[in-house]
């Protein structure tokens, strides 16, 4: 029954919403409208409008004549030129020398498992690009899956049958 009414409260809703926008205004003719701005632009008539008269205008200044000044005249007189002129010496430039920066070194983890362990490890700042060296022996499936803090996927380290040993790099997050 509250679903039957529900219901009804809907379509009542639907159905008024469409008749209002429905009901709208007509349109009015654009190409009467044109002509009535036309005509009304056409038929308007300038106006006098008064231009005000200018107030304080500047009185002109007395600009000074301008004088007659003597001009330099060449003389015959030789300068003279510098006769002890230094020539500048190059001089050792020093050089840095670089300081041996320590290399850190790599820290080793070492992890050994058995069938379907699950070996947890947490990885020191800042992460980067690890170095995996893998070794199996046994003839089923060797498969080594690198997992984040959340369980996701981040890289298959190893996925083999039978015996294996060898290095595989991969990036920690």
Known sequence: MMRNYLL???????TSLVISACSSTPTPDVEATVQAAIAATQAAQPTDTLTPEPTNTPEPTNTPEPTNTATLEPTDT???TPTN??????TDTLTPIPTDTPTPEPSTMLFTGNGDEVIFFSVGEPAGLAIFGLEHKGSSNFIIQLLDGDGDLIDIIANEIGTYSGN????LP
């Open 8 to 14: 009804l409260i809907i379509w009542a809703t639907v």
């Open 85 to 90: 002129t230094a020539t500048l010496e190059p």
């Open 78 to 80: 030789p300068t003279q």
């Open 168 to 171: 595989t790099t991969s990036k």
